[in-house]
């Protein structure tokens, strides 16, 4: 990608959680569904975290979070979220296309509204042995909401064949949204 293009990308970006600020963060509706599988304790990643509603969550819940976004507007939302909660959150701007989780490094990563398919082995790898991957996504040609690109649109069934390698605990996909539950074999 030309430099070019990245300042614009990353402009695109700021701008849109910068408009968008004062709306509450919220989970995704497949890790509040599902929370009861979350680990006790342990560290997790809320990855291309947006304001971070899934970041809180996972902290509320006692988990040591990291979130991740490609945005310092959204990181910046997020940081006084938590400030005024009370709770620790470790948040890194970083462009996860080009600079992935190291492997075995999370209990649990969740990722909503973000697709690049490309990244599917980094995730499986980032999980250590046992570890829950929450991911829910757009689904199908765009209707009214979502990205219009296609590039960033889930096939039917595709979220699950992109979960290769992992035991799938919950899948679903309605109107356009696909979502999955995966868990990382355990080490023998």
């Given at each position: 990608m030309s430099e070019e293009n990245e300042t614009e990308r990353r402009s695109r970006w700021q701008a849109c959680y910068s408009e968008n600020a004062d709306e509450?963060?919220?989970?995704?509706?497949?890790?509040?569904?599902?929370?009861?599988?979350?680990?006790?304790?342990?560290?997790a990643l809320d990855l291309a975290c947006g304001r971070g509603g899934n970041a809180l969550f996972l902290a509320r819940r006692g988990l040591h979070t990291h979130a991740w976004d490609y945005a310092d507007s959204a990181l910046a939302a997020l940081a006084r979220a938590a400030q005024a909660e009370?709770?620790?959150?470790?948040?890194?701007?970083?462009?996860?296309?080009?600079?992935?989780?190291?492997?075995?490094?999370?209990?649990?990563?969740?990722?909503?509204?973000?697709?690049?398919?490309?990244?599917?082995?980094?995730?499986?790898?980032?999980l250590r042995p046992g570890g829950l991957l929450f991911y829910e996504t757009w689904l199908?040609?765009?209707?009214?909401?979502?990205?219009?690109?296609?590039?960033?649109?889930?096939?039917?069934?595709?979220l699950v064949a992109l979960?290769?390698?992992?035991?799938?605990?919950?899948?679903?996909?309605?109107?356009?949204?696909a979502w999955v539950v995966a868990r990382a074999p355990s080490s023998c």
């Open positions: 509450p963060a919220q989970a995704c509706a497949v890790l509040r569904h599902h929370a009861h599988l979350l680990p006790a304790h342990g560290t009370g709770l620790a959150i470790a948040t890194a701007c970083r462009d996860v296309t080009r600079d992935p989780p190291a492997p075995g490094s999370f209990g649990a990563i969740v990722i909503s509204n973000f697709l690049h398919r490309p990244l599917f082995p980094a995730l499986t790898a980032a199908g040609p765009r209707r009214e909401r979502g990205p219009i690109s296609e590039a960033f649109r889930l096939r039917a069934g595709e979960c290769e390698g992992l035991e799938l605990l919950h899948c679903g996909e309605e109107g356009d949204r």
